[in-house]
């Protein structure tokens, strides 16, 4: 199973809370790891979540589609070394550094007048 690892570089997440070291330390942990293969490293503009940022998604393309993919908060270097080690390698996620709210997989709808 290939997993897609995608960081918010978006106006609060990169410009204000510095995602950018985030994107970059993780393409070089997933290079160690022998982890090209299997786990896609991009960016996004905003996940939605911006007060809790920086914010990293990760997934299959089933979990993504279906609003399944763990949404990881208030990233550090340290955390990106675990998510890494436990969840890209290992396979579980890291609930500690999750707000285990489910992420909508399409824009909410508008409420009635
Ligand atoms: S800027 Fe990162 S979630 Fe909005």
Redo the contacts with the bound molecule.
Sequence with gaps: MSLTVIV???????DRRG?GKLIEHLRVRVLARGLEGRVVVREE??????L????ILVGDQVEEASGRAVLYNHMTIEDVDRVVERHLVGGMAVRALTNLLPIPSSPPKPRPR
């Design positions: 918010c570089t978006g106006p609060v997440c990169g995602s503009v905003c996940l939605g979540h911006c809790r940022g920086p914010n």
